[in-house]
């Protein structure tokens, strides 16, 4: 059965940090994989996804503020958040695949990031 679960979500002032883990169990490769997030009332959007070689893509309104990264050993996909803004507050999803298609077949429970000004 796989499992993704994350950890690291929480309530910080504007201008602050948070980095998000996200760590799989029960899947051989996690390709796909990356964040995403979905504001109150909102569909869910890609934060930003990265591939088995570490090539990273982020939406335009995170670029130059957060960074990806995986560790391919401890299954794990990480997201590095700075320079938080109210508008990044949401709850926050790993997702993941195990295929060459890229379907995200899994899913983790979601953490709240919560941005105050």
């Known amino acids: 059965q796989v499992q993704l679960a994350e950890s690291g979500g929480g309530s910080v002032q504007v201008g602050g940090s948070l980095t998000l883990s996200c760590v799989a169990s029960?899947?051989?490769?996690?390709?796909?994989a990356g964040w995403f997030r979905q504001a109150p009332g909102k569909q869910r959007n890609m934060v930003a996804t990265i591939t088995t070689g570490g090539v990273a893509e982020y939406a335009a309104a995170v670029e130059g503020r957060f960074t990806i990264s995986r560790d391919n050993a401890k299954d794990a996909i990480y997201l590095q958040m700075t320079d938080l803004k109210p508008e990044d507050t949401a709850v926050y999803f790993c997702?993941?695949?195990?295929?060459?298609?890229?379907?995200?077949?899994?899913w983790g429970q979601g953490t709240q990031v919560t941005v105050s000004s």
């Open positions: 997702g993941a695949g195990d295929n060459p298609d890229g379907r995200y077949d899994y």
């Open positions: 029960g899947v051989f490769r996690l390709n796909p």
